[in-house]
Antibody, heavy 118, light 110 residues
């Protein structure tokens, strides 16, 4: 089955670090760009950044540049989104998505809820 | 990069047709034929409904159609059904940030 499976929900304190994951299976993971998308509670979707698993070429959307790090481990078909110092405003659902359609992101993970609270 | 502009809400009765607009600029919607539409039900991941302005992924009902004129893209849903009630987001490729979303439109089926 072609799917993206994300890591489980996280509850963290402000200032802590975090790395969440997105594992692709059932297809050639390195052939398709992976995106991360944030959805804050009750709000809309926001593209955070994109990574080409084949060569690790990474593009960040302006609002997220310097705030998060996107990476990939090709050997285990997994993309990552990480924070070095979480803030309460990072509380959100985070989705990964893969562009199997080529020109659009058509496959989505189930989402990882990150809660940052003291 | 500013978000694309969508109406906050639209509504229609079962069987009717509705259209959701998505207005951008010549740097995004107007400049590329890479506009997509997503449907999101509460608590669920987004689902791709239209890509490349007017193409439907396999498995998506032909009641959903997309189009574009100038800097405005549109999603039309015909023969509204209760299950169509959801949030709809447009997105467009843009050279500056790769992709940008609209603010989302809540579709209510009356």
């Amino acid at each position: 089955e072609v799917q993206l499976v994300q890591s489980g929900a996280e509850v963290k304190k402000p200032g802590e670090s975090l790395k969440i994951s997105c594992e692709g299976s059932g297809y050639s993971f390195t052939n398709y760009w992976v995106a991360w998308v944030r959805q804050m509670p009750g709000k809309g979707l926001e593209w955070m950044g994109f990574i080409n698993p084949g060569d690790s070429d990474t593009r960040y959307c302006p609002s997220f540049r310097g705030q998060v790090t996107i990476s990939v481990d090709r050997s285990i078909s997994t993309a990552y989104l990480q924070w070095s110092s979480l803030k309460a405003s990072d509380t959100a659902m985070y989705y990964c998505s893969s562009a199997l359609a080529g020109t659009s992101y058509d496959m989505w993970g189930q989402g990882t809820m990150v809660t940052v609270s003291s | 990069q500013s978000a694309l502009t969508q109406p906050a809400s639209v509504s229609g009765s079962p069987g009717q047709s509705i259209t959701i607009s998505c207005t951008g600029t010549s740097s995004d919607v107007g400049g590329y034929n890479y506009v997509a539409w997503y449907q999101q039900h509460p608590g669920k991941a987004p689902k791709l409904m239209i890509y490349d302005v007017s193409k439907r992924p396999s498995g998506v009902s032909n009641r959903f159609s997309g189009s574009k004129s100038g800097n405005t893209a549109s999603l039309t849903i015909s023969g509204l059904q209760a299950e169509d009630e959801a949030e709809y987001y447009c997105t467009s490729y843009t050279i500056s940030t790769n992709w940008v979303f609209g603010g989302g439109t809540m579709l209510t089926v009356l």
